[in-house]
């Protein structure tokens, strides 16, 4: 295959591999920022959902070509992250709600404990 060297540049494949760069890294710093924020667990779910959305979207969009058991699997991936969100927000919620109980801390929830999160 021909190298980089014997590759003919145009102002246009410039431009394009410049954007191309920007793009990873800004996910790149996106991924970064997520793990540092939410943790591990919240970024494999936000790729697992991008990953989804991509997949849903090249179809709806484009047309493109997948068995009935990969959008199948696609969209209950989106379901089953909207339906975790959901009931970790809202056992967050009923947390942060109840009185504190006493002689303990109030239960934490492993996922969203900022301490675990690094594991």
């Given at each position: 295959?021909?190298?980089l060297l014997?590759?003919?540049?145009?102002a246009?494949a410039?431009?394009?591999?410049?954007l191309?760069?920007?793009?990873?890294?800004?996910?790149?710093l996106?991924?970064f920022?997520?793990?540092?924020?939410?943790?591990?667990?919240?970024?494999?779910?936000l790729g697992?959902?991008?990953?989804?959305?991509?997949?849903?979207g090249?179809?709806?969009?484009?047309?493109?070509?997948?068995?009935?058991?990969?959008l199948?699997g696609a969209?209950?991936?989106?379901?089953?992250?909207f339906a975790?969100?959901?009931?970790t927000?809202?056992?967050k919620?009923?947390?942060?709600?109840a009185?504190?109980?006493?002689?303990?801390?109030a239960?934490?929830l492993?996922?969203l404990?900022k301490?675990?999160?690094?594991?």
């Amino acid at each position: 295959p021909p190298g980089l060297l014997s590759y003919k540049w145009t102002a246009d494949a410039a431009l394009w591999i410049t954007l191309s760069g920007v793009a990873a890294f800004l996910v790149n710093l996106s991924g970064f920022l997520v793990m540092g924020h939410l943790g591990a667990l919240a970024h494999v779910l936000l790729g697992q959902l991008k990953t989804s959305v991509i997949c849903l979207g090249a179809y709806y969009l484009f047309g493109a070509k997948y068995t009935a058991t990969q959008l199948w699997g696609a969209a209950g991936a989106v379901a089953s992250i909207f339906a975790y969100t959901h009931v970790t927000t809202n056992e967050k919620k009923r947390q942060l709600d109840a009185p504190p109980s006493q002689g303990s801390d109030a239960t934490v929830l492993p996922l969203l404990d900022k301490k675990n999160s690094d594991a």
